[in-house]
RNA sequence: GCCCGAGUGGCGGAAUUGGUAGACGCAGGGGAUUCAAAAUCCCCCGCCGAAAGGCUUGCCGGUUCGAGUCCGGCCUCGGGUACCA
């Protein structure tokens, strides 16, 4: 393929080696010479440097689906031009990779496919690892390993013993999706508008006894130390923050009426204490102890069943119309001679937060006096707005949420909002009938999974002993190979030799448990596994205390809560069981959340979803079908397989090679952002590719341009500044993330270096810099343009270009003259020039002295090197 | 439902703490080169208007000499919602 211009041969042929006229840039052969260099050199290996700190760089790791897609790519090359960067800037640095292996997909693929799900999962690592491998990155495959590798999980069961022998990992019963059809616990994601996915079934509620980690104890603990983390995004430590859910509040006894024995008192909690004037009702969950006693009465059992329909993910609880049932019961108003509210059996109060009943006050909440309206209950406003008439003030159509005074409220009136909480309080503890409490929405973390593709706990249980941790040394627990997927429950019930066991304390035969463990708990540690990846015990002093914390964490933020507040526990957990020194209680000391990778979609006449595989522009504009049928363009959406919008990374590095892929997910849109695949977009960074490698190669070997020795220093001079103003933007964006910034300042360097008439050797000093500026983004094109250029060794290991602050200082500055805040003029003047200069001489200014028309200005706003604005 | 975020030309986006809106790239238009094309190089490019000038950062309102940026109220799209990972 010759493509090499012709003026280029023209005007310099005759320095030029024969194989350069012929030769283009080839990115697929020389990536891979490139990454065999790397490999020799072992460059990417994470070893303790003396005198370097160390940094740690990690990316969210991947499930094994089989197929990376640029979700993928977008990631790891955001964490690789972080690992390089820190590299060449004097850090020895940790970059790993593994597997999320265990999960749902697994056990799907088994049932449709009929293959095993280890199989399928380590067939699947090796395609992703092989997908993988040709984007260059820098990471250190030494140390790769997979959650589901008995190495790892084994270790995952030993802390799991030492975690319930601090009483972190406990049992008691919880809710689960029962789909009856399959006999199976069914995850949210598999239950469709309240029916299983597979067999159509109305799901079930049902209750199962689970193990659970006490993350609740570490509520405050969590929350205080969000404080902490500010180097994480303001948005995900909110997000925390409301998950974590602190309130403080009343918890307080109502004295019943007509209510059945054992229940006397029904007790309540509320953040809204005092609203108490203003209660009309008491509700109770339909999971409430007195809720279930009830049961007995038909009716009730019909209401609570109608309650316990549907999945139970919070969405499907919380959009469900709200009901009520009138138990008859009543309540006493502690304060109100006389006054009883009546007691609700309701779907809207969690039997898992508070107490599970609550006293509603429609005029202050909206969703009481939507339930007051519907059944007809009384509305009583005891807040006051500021600017409203004590007196007189009544709520309208919308219950009032904001500050204000206490009215109808006996001895809190004329209180406000926070004082009369303060007040009823201690009204309360005096009273000895109530408390101050503080609540949290967060809930223990339920980590039992009936499945088979999962970590099993280290648990059995005995008749007489009850649950007994597995001894350490019968560890690993494995995973037994001969099982059956048939769609029915879990496969490790059915396994007989593998369930029936001897108790590890009496020796009697007993059961071994058969729930594995959710995935989310593999991905707690796995980072701190990466210190020692081999080690016999989940960690090794030494290498956390070197590695850890995680200085940069970089992955999706739909992990914002879960993913990242489990692993936040794990570390406070690790640390009381002794597997993390006291220095280690944040596990990322930074985190960056990045967006999607969006494409077009496309849809034909039918209203099928097409890929980008299958349609061509059409001559005239617009898209056609290969056929020639008319293409609908849809929005931009997050690549999916169902919308068929997906570009396979393979393809892309197979005709443009890793370096334009990298560049160009990482040009666009700013990291944090979603982000859109466009052909002409890989074109446009492939064409900029080939352009800096065309560059370099014609310049160098060149002979000094001809021309007057000052005219030629200018063009030096000129060159160095523009150098010296990209390193100076590259290293400020990559070092905030502006990594579509960093780009774009690469671009117009190039754009300078080929316009310039400096000398050659100027431009092969400019050129070596361009490459190790380039090098964290494109690396391969780097260490070829690296060598053209005349550079020693490799640039992955040369060190980072500093700029020289005196070459990027300017002596004058333009100021843009404002007239009534529109532009009208602008001035070059020096830098730092006086205020009073400044105005002499923005006044002579034409547009100024037309608009003042002789008069004085009102104002003269002068920002000194900034703006001017004349007010007229 | 609840929590969080985003919205700027034809498109992706840029704009230190409120200070020239549209850097850089794509698409488009024009030119050079070529027998011709591809490739490459150069120039133009927010909208309306003949021009003067006016308008413009999802919508409405406010604060300010000055608002993409701050405040209040909406709209649309996206993420999470505890068993998808």
């Known amino acids: 393929m010759l493509t090499f211009s012709m003026k280029n041969t023209h005007t310099n042929g005759h320095h030029l080696q024969p194989e350069k006229i012929m030769s283009r840039y080839n990115p697929v052969e020389i990536e891979t010479k490139w990454q065999s260099a790397w490999d020799e050199s072992g460059v990417f290996e994470a070893h303790p440097r003396p005198g370097c700190p160390k940094y740690y760089v990690l990316e969210m790791f991947p499930y094994p689906s089989g197929r990376i897609h640029m979700g993928h790519v977008r990631n790891y090359a955001m964490g690789d031009v972080v690992a390089r960067y820190k590299s060449v800037t004097g850090h020895s640095v940790l970059h790993p990779m593994g597997w999320d292996a265990f999960g749902l997909p697994a056990e799907n693929a088994a049932m449709e496919k009929g293959v095993h799900p280890g199989e399928w999962t380590y067939q699947n690592i090796d395609d992703m690892r092989a997908q993988l491998k040709p984007l260059g990155l820098s990471i250190d495959w030494s140390r790769e390993f997979a959650t589901c590798d008995p190495e790892y999980y084994g270790q995952q069961q030993s802390m799991f013993i030492d975690m319930m022998e601090k009483g972190l990992a406990y049992r008691r019963s919880a809710t689960v999706n029962w789909d009856p059809v399959e006999e199976t616990v069914l995850a949210n994601e598999q239950v469709e508008n309240g029916r299983g996915w597979r067999s159509g079934a109305l799901v079930e509620r049902r209750e199962l006894t689970q193990w659970f980690f006490r993350i609740s104890d570490f509520a405050e603990e969590l929350l205080e130390s969000i404080d902490e983390l500010v180097d994480w995004p303001e ?126 006050c429609p005029a202050h909440d909206q969703r009481d006096l939507e339930f007051a309206r519907k059944y007809g209950l009384g509305v009583v406003t005891v807040v006051c707005p500021p600017d409203g008439d004590p007196a007189a003030y009544e709520i309208g159509e919308e219950p009032y949420l904001g500050p204000g005074r206490m009215i109808n409220s006996g001895f809190l009136n004329g209180l406000e909002i926070e004082d009369a909480k303060a007040e009823i309080i201690r009204k309360f503890e005096e009273s000895g009938s109530g408390e101050g409490k503080v609540m949290y929405r967060l809930r223990d973390w339920g980590v039992s999974r009936q499945r088979y593709w999962g970590c099993p706990i280290p648990v059995i249980h005995c008749e007489d002993c009850g649950a007994v941790a597995e001894k350490k040394e019968n560890l690993p627990v494995i995973l037994p190979n001969d099982v059956r997927f048939d769609g029915r429950g879990n496969p490790l019930e059915k396994h007989a030799s593998w369930r029936n066991v001897p108790c590890p304390a009496c020796g009697r035969m007993a059961r071994r448990e058969t729930d594995t463990m959710d995935t989310f708990v593999d991905s707690s540690w796995y980072f701190v596994r990466f210190t020692a990846p081999r080690a016999r015990t989940p960690t090794v002093r030494e290498d956390v205390e070197y590695w850890m914390n995680v200085d940069q964490y970089i992955g999706g933020v739909e992990h914002a809560i879960l993913h990242l507040l489990y692993s936040r526990f794990f570390t406070r957990a690790m640390h009381l069981t002794g597997h993390l020194p006291k220095s280690a209680g944040e596990p990322f000391t930074a985190l960056f959340t990045q967006g999607m990778v969006c494409h077009e979609t496309y849809k034909d006449g039918e209203g099928r979803w097409l890929s980008p595989e299958d349609v061509r522009p059409r001559t005239g504009g617009g898209l056609e079908t290969r056929e020639g049928d008319s293409v609908t363009v849809g929005p931009s959406v997050k690549m999916s397989k169902s919308k068929k919008n997906v570009i396979d990374p393979e393809d892309i590095i197979e005709s443009f090679g890793a370096d334009t892929a990298r560049w160009f997910i990482l040009s666009d849109s700013p990291p944090d952002r979603d982000v859109e695949w466009t052909t002409s977009g890989i074109e446009a960074a492939s064409r900029h590719l080939q352009r800096v490698w065309r560059l370099v190669n014609s310049t160098v070997g060149q002979p000094d341009s001809t021309g007057s020795q000052a005219s030629r220093d200018e063009e030096n001079a000129n060159l160095f500044k523009a150098m010296h103003r990209t390193i100076d933007s590259v290293t400020n964006d990559l070092e905030s993330f502006s990594f579509n910034k960093s780009v774009a300042a690469l671009y117009e360097f190039t754009s300078t270096l080929a316009r310039s008439a400096a000398d050659p050797a100027s431009k092969a000093v400019a050129f070596r810099v361009l490459a190790q500026l380039m090098q964290p983004i494109t690396p391969h094109l780097a260490e070829e343009i690296w060598e053209m250029a005349g550079g020693e060794g490799l640039v992955v290991s040369s060190p980072w270009p500093v700029a020289d602050p005196d070459m990027l200082v300017e002596d004058t500055v333009v100021l843009p003259v404002q007239v009534n805040g529109k532009r009208r003029a602008e001035i070059r003047v020096a830098k730092g020039l006086e205020r009073d200069e400044v105005e002499a001489l923005v006044l002579e200014l034409g547009p100024v002295r037309n608009a003042l028309g002789g008069r004085n200005p009102k104002r003269l706003v002068v920002v000194p090197d900034r703006i001017v604005n004349v007010v007229v």
């Open 235 to 360: 948005k995900v430590r909110l997000m925390q923050r409301n998950w974590i859910g602190r309130s403080s509040g009343l918890q307080f006894r109502f004295r019943t009426v007509d209510a059945p024995v054992g229940f006397e008192h029904l007790e309540v909690f509320t953040t809204r204490p005092d609203t108490l004037f203003g209660a009309s009702f008491a509700a109770v969950s339909f999971d409430h102890p007195l809720a279930r006693l009830l049961e007995s009465d038909p009716e009730v059992a019909a209401f609570n069943e109608e309650c316990r329909r549907g999945a139970v993910s919070e969405e499907d609880i919380e959009k469900a119309e709200k009901t009520g049932f009138d138990t008859g019961i009543r309540v006493v108003h502690p304060f109100l001679d006389g006054v009883e509210l009546p007691v609700f059996i309701t779907n809207f109060v969690l039997m898992g937060y508070g107490t599970g009943a609550i006293f509603g």
